[in-house]
């Protein structure tokens, strides 16, 4: 395994770690890696915030060292990407634990928690070949819609041309609370921060269809009334 930085200069295994993990945006890639996103322009649209071209040479990095390797369209980890894993996810666990709070107004993407939700649906709750879940925000006027085809989800951001099976209403901050795991989907409901519309046999689903973020778990654990007590 190679090196893709200038490095610290240091003889030590951290710092050899951060030579290949360090740079800006890594570890969100490979985060988005580790959830199933493979192809470069669907990286890319769960990573608004970075180029193009940064992407691709961040990926080539990888790469190089020996993280990922490039199978046709795809990019897939290697077992010594693959070993990050609970890294990756322990520093999301810390992250909950110490520096996670309510969201600041510029982190709210309505468009970014779309396409995060959209690979998380259990396909396999839903019956049927094509299944269509329209997401109307009450706070914005943009409207997504999930189309689940053949047990692929893919995201719209214009009317794909089905009938609607399940309409998803929510203020964009209460579905991110949701989809983090800082409220309960049965307290989103009860209080009307999250109302699903259309036949109750699809409806009484959605709490099985919509699987939360990889790291709610962390998050909810990280908002017990007892860890609360203990971090103040």
Known sequence: MTTTTAGYGQYCPISRALDVLGERWSLLILRDLFVGTTRFNDLARGLPGLSRSLLAKRLRQFERAGLIEKLGPEHLLTDAGSQLEPILFGLGEWGARWTFGAPQEDELDAALLVWWMHTRVDTSMLPGRRQVLHVRFTDDVRRYWIVVEAAVPS??????????????????????????????????????????????????????????????????????????????
Request: charged share 20%; hydrophobic share 40%; aromatic share 6%.
């Open 155 to 232: 995201v719209c951001e214009t009317d794909p041309g089905y009938p609607v099976d399940v309409t998803i209403s929510a203020d964009v901050a209460g579905l991110y609370e949701v989809w983090l795991g800082r409220m309960p989907l049965t307290q989103a409901m009860a209080t009307g921060r999250v109302r699903f519309t259309g036949p109750s046999a699809l409806t009484r689903r959605m709490p099985a269809v919509l699987k939360l973020s990889p790291v709610a778990g962390y998050i909810a654990e990280s908002a017990r009334p007892d860890l609360t007590a203990r971090a103040s």
